[in-house]
T-cell receptor, first 115, second 115 residues
Framework: AQSVAQPEDQVNVAEGNPLTVKCTYSVSGNPYLFWYVQYPNRGLQFLLK??????LVKGSYGFEAEFNKSQTSFHLKKPSALVSDSALYFCAVRDITRLGYKLSFGAGTTVTVRA | GAGVSQTPSNKVTEKGKYVELRCDPISGHTALYWYRQSLGQGPEFLIY????????DSGLPNDRFFAVRPEGSVSTLKIQRTERGDSAVYLC?????????????FGEGSRLTVL
């Protein structure tokens, strides 16, 4: 089965500083990777995905992620964090099943951006 | 609205009772997924439907859990003889097809509390 790991439970940064949320993956074959964000008492919102092509993927709200095959990583980044970016972030990988696919999620990283 | 709709948003029940959670996916989405999210954890896959059939139910924890999607649209997750350990947020998601490389669209979840 495909899986992802988020090594950090929490990330704290000051507003205006760069933000990085780490994700590593373990897959057989080519990985299809996703990032989602979850605000308090809300559902998961899609940020971006890597399917193939350019290793730098740009997504919603100024976020981007870099796919690194040699390091099996897919870290989420934002050059200048905002207080409103404080949320729970999940990395996910597409996992093939008998009749299609599902997403398998990491445990999540809580991001706190202080003013 | 055009998003995934889940009802109820909150459900409090007593141990041993029966519970139904409803999901109304985005119109035209043939794939529908149920996930369970416990506090401090990532979403855990339960079951997914492609059309009316359960294409993969490998994530259902035991035979107290059952889900249906009789007309290929609305789905109901059913939990019999609820236990305190069933307390969690149950998330529903849909996508165009389960073979599509696109993202899943999530509802806001149904928070189940078993007393």
């Amino acid at each position: 089965a495909q899986s992802v790991a988020q090594p950090e439970d929490q990330v704290n940064v000051a507003e205006g500083n760069p933000l990085t949320v780490k994700c590593t993956y373990s897959v057989s074959g080519n990985p299809y990777l996703f990032w989602y964000v979850q605000y308090p008492n809300r559902g998961l919102q899609f940020l971006l995905k890597y399917i193939t092509g350019d290793n730098l993927v740009k997504g919603s709200y100024g976020f981007e992620a870099e796919f690194n095959k040699s390091q099996t990583s897919f870290h989420l980044k934002k050059p200048s964090a905002l207080v409103s970016d404080s949320a729970l972030y999940f990395c996910a990988v597409r996992d093939i099943t008998r009749l299609g696919y599902k997403l398998s999620f990491g445990a999540g990283t809580t991001v706190t951006v202080r003013a | 609205g055009a998003g995934v709709s889940q009802t109820p948003s909150n459900k409090v029940t007593e141990k041993g009772k029966y519970v139904e959670l409803r999901c109304d996916p985005i119109s035209g989405h043939t794939a529908l997924y149920w996930y369970r999210q416990s506090l401090g954890q990532g979403p855990e896959f339960l079951i997914y439907f492609q059309g009316t059939g359960a294409a993969d139910d490998s994530g259902l924890p035991n035979d107290r859990f059952f889900a249906v999607r009789p007309e290929g649209s609305v789905s109901t997750l059913k939990i019999q003889r609820t236990e305190r350990g069933d307390s969690a947020v149950y998330l529903c998601a849909s996508s165009l097809t389960s073979t599509h490389t696109g993202e899943l669209f999530f509802g806001e979840g149904s928070r189940l509390t078993v007393l």
